[in-house]
């Protein structure tokens, strides 16, 4: 199994940064591909922020092309969203995720607990 933690997520300003850390632990050697979703209080559906494979080109959701980037330290296990100029509708719990495949050769999505991002003035 993966288990994962976020950290980062704050109150900003509009206009402002803030990069969001998710560390991953357990059977690490298995991920193939981390990211970042994010889900508006209320509604029921995971929006795609991010999405790093091992290898290959990261995918972004559309709303968030040239303001969010993504990284990862594979030495350290991390998976990381740099978040600029920061908009009122960026405001949502941001869910880190690790995909992986699991000693029975099944694929699995690992999610953390969430991080808070609220964006106001």
């Not at 288990?3 to 298995?30: H, K, M, N």
């Not at 991390?78 to 509708?89: A, D, G, K, N």
């Amino acid at each position: 199994q993966v288990q994962l933690i976020e950290s980062g997520g704050d109150l900003v300003q509009p206009g402002g940064s803030l990069r969001l850390s998710c560390v991953a632990s357990g059977d690490i050697s298995s991920i193939y591909r981390m990211g970042w979703y994010r889900q508006v209080p209320g509604k029921q559906l995971r929006d795609l922020v991010a999405t790093a494979p091992n290898s290959g080109a990261v995918n972004y959701g559309d709303s968030v092309k040239g303001r969010f980037t993504i990284s990862r330290d594979k030495a350290k296990n991390m998976v990381y969203l740099q978040m600029t100029s920061l908009r009122l509708e960026d405001t949502a719990d941001y869910y880190c995720h690790a995909d992986y495949r699991n000693k029975s050769g099944k694929y699995v999505r690992a999610w953390g607990q969430g991080t808070q991002v609220i964006v106001s003035s």
